[in-house]
Nanobody, 123 residues
Framework: QVQLVESGGGSVQAGGSLRLSCAAS????????MGWFRQAPGKERDIVAA???????YYADSVKGRFTISRDNAENTVYLQMNSLKPEDTAVYYC?????????????????WGQGTQVTVSS
């Protein structure tokens, strides 16, 4: 089990950028696949991006070319750089951890979750 704490959310205008961080506890962080999900009011929690232990990445079509996921195993941290933000990116963003290598697109594939951080993009 790993504990996750997100930071970096906030309010920006369309076209702006934010960088989310997710700090993980423990000394097995490098073995986890890490994912970022988001959930807007009244909608399901959807995957945004994920990165495997071997640094393979996955992006949802809606964020390809705008968002970049990365990890720093020495700092036990995963990042989500979000550029060219749009109002439809507004949501609570969650960091999640999965013990198996390989991406799961479903929230059920991740056992550990952070508390979430709000991202609001105004037009």
């Amino acid at each position: 089990q790993v504990q996750l704490v997100e930071s970096g959310g906030g309010s920006v205008q369309a076209g702006g950028s934010l960088r989310l961080s997710c700090a993980a506890s423990g000394n097995t962080f490098s073995s986890y696949t890490m994912g970022w999900f988001r959930q807007a009011p009244g909608k399901e929690r959807d995957i945004v991006a994920a990165i495997t232990r071997s640094a393979g990445t996955y992006y949802a079509d809606s964020v390809k070319g705008r968002f970049t996921i990365s990890r720093d195993n020495a700092e036990n941290t995963v990042y989500l750089q979000m550029n060219s933000l749009k109002p439809e990116d507004t949501a609570v963003y969650y960091c999640a951890a999965r013990q198996w290598n390989g991406v799961s697109l479903a929230p059920q594939g991740y056992a550990d979750w952070g508390q979430g951080t709000q991202v609001t993009v105004s037009s």
